[in-house]
């Protein structure tokens, strides 16, 4: 019988946050076609927030003892992003923000354990 690598509760920051990083991805790609300083601001914090959730699935993987600290500063990152993706009407940006609270409220669960 194989055991878990990682516990529920790091199973689930993990799916979170692989769903951020694809929405953010998906976000930022529809932001660059857009000559809007703003749209380009959206994009440049998307792909921050990614970067971030990225390596938070990489520390949490490893069971990292620097994964709650990052999971905190990715919490951050992930409610800036969904704050900016929500200024704007569209179905991309709203799919965005949606992700990035979920990544946000598992991330810091993990880091308050």
């Not at 990682?6 to 529809?30: P, S, T």
């Not at 069971?63 to 409610?79: E, G, K, P, V």
């Not at 704050?83 to 940006?93: H, N, T, V």
């Amino acid at each position: 019988m194989a055991t878990a690598l990682v516990n529920d509760r790091v199973r689930a920051a993990l799916d979170a946050l692989a769903e951020c990083v694809e929405a953010c991805e998906a976000c930022a790609q529809n932001c660059i076609g857009s000559a809007s300083a703003e749209m380009a601001a959206c994009a440049k914090l998307c792909l921050d927030c990614a970067t971030l959730c990225s390596a938070c699935v990489t520390l949490l993987s490893r069971d990292s003892r620097f994964a709650a600290d990052l999971c905190r500063s990715c919490a951050d990152a992930c409610d800036a992003c969904a704050a900016e993706c929500d200024k704007f009407d569209d179905d991309i940006m709203r799919a965005c923000a949606e992700a990035c609270r979920r990544a946000a409220e598992q991330c810091r669960q993990v880091a308050a354990a």
